[in-house]
């Protein structure tokens, strides 16, 4: 589902939804939002994130990305409610089992991927933590403006790597079982967001190629870091995923 990025005067004059989103970097909540909108075929006005923009922060509450806004309603801005919003506003492919259980289980699947303390989270403060020590990462005016936006302490940080190691094991071990089972989603046998944010949040360890995404060659270089314990942990079944959820459900070059 094709997309156009306008200036936020222009976005808040238009009706429909509009989405403000990072630009030029493939951060991947801003990613899997774009995905989920494209898998749902609804229609979009994408505006790129300008932190300088008091006019921005006004319409949309904050200086972050990505934030949803439907019409006249209040801007979403957690990955969740976003996800809610593309669910309501095409049903069809629902992103979302209908079973109760299942539904929950997509939903704690998601938050260990998306959510604070989860995947993307933590990986942001692993890299955070490498760059304020120059270790790789971030580089340290980077590092330190994150550090203090998501909450970097050194224990915190410190912490990040195990946390990031646990998470990619335990999404490594769930699609092995899938896979024994005879599916290759997360859940199930039909596609879910779990499947969208898995594949997006793998650019954090490993960008897809230039040709499919061109970034910036320090950001590629912050992403590609990664240390014994992580590289280990970074079983080829969750990049094959990515590989194969991108091939068959997403749009490709990434247009940041």
Avoid at 8 to 23: H, K, N, S, T, W
Avoid at 65 to 93: H, K, Q
Avoid at 129 to 139: E, K, R, S, W, Y
Wanted: glycine fraction near 12%.
């Amino acid at each position: 589902m094709a997309f156009d990025y306008v200036s936020v005067e222009e976005a808040i004059g238009r009706g429909g939804l509009r989405m403000v989103v990072v630009g030029g970097i493939p951060s991947p909540w801003g990613e899997a939002a774009k995905g989920i909108l494209h898998i749902k075929g609804i229609d979009w006005t994408a505006v790129r994130l300008a932190y300088d923009s008091e006019t921005l922060k006004q319409w949309a509450g904050q200086r972050s990305g990505p934030v949803a806004i439907y019409e006249g309603e209040r801007p979403r801005d957690r990955w969740d409610d976003i996800l809610l919003l593309a669910e309501r506003l095409a049903p069809e492919p629902p992103l979302l089992p209908r079973d109760p259980a299942d539904r929950a289980l997509a939903f704690g699947l998601a938050h260990e991927i998306c959510g604070e303390g989860g995947l993307g989270w933590s990986r942001r403060l692993q890299l955070v933590h490498m760059g304020l020590a120059q270790a790789g990462g971030f580089p340290a005016p980077v590092a330190k403006y994150l550090g203090r936006k998501y909450g970097h302490r050194p224990e915190t940080g410190a912490a990040a790597g195990g946390r990031v190691v646990e998470l990619l094991g335990m999404l490594a071990s769930r699609l092995k079982v899938q896979r024994d089972a005879g599916s290759p989603f997360y859940l199930g046998n039909a596609l879910t967001a779990v499947d969208v944010y898995g594949a997006a949040f793998m650019g954090m360890f490993v960008p897809l190629p230039e040709a499919q995404c061109a970034m910036d060659p320090v950001t590629r270089k912050v992403f590609e870091t990664r240390d014994a314990a992580t590289e280990a942990a970074l079983d080829s079944i969750l990049l094959e995923h990515r590989d194969r959820i991108y091939a068959d459900w997403l749009e490709l070059p990434l247009l940041l």
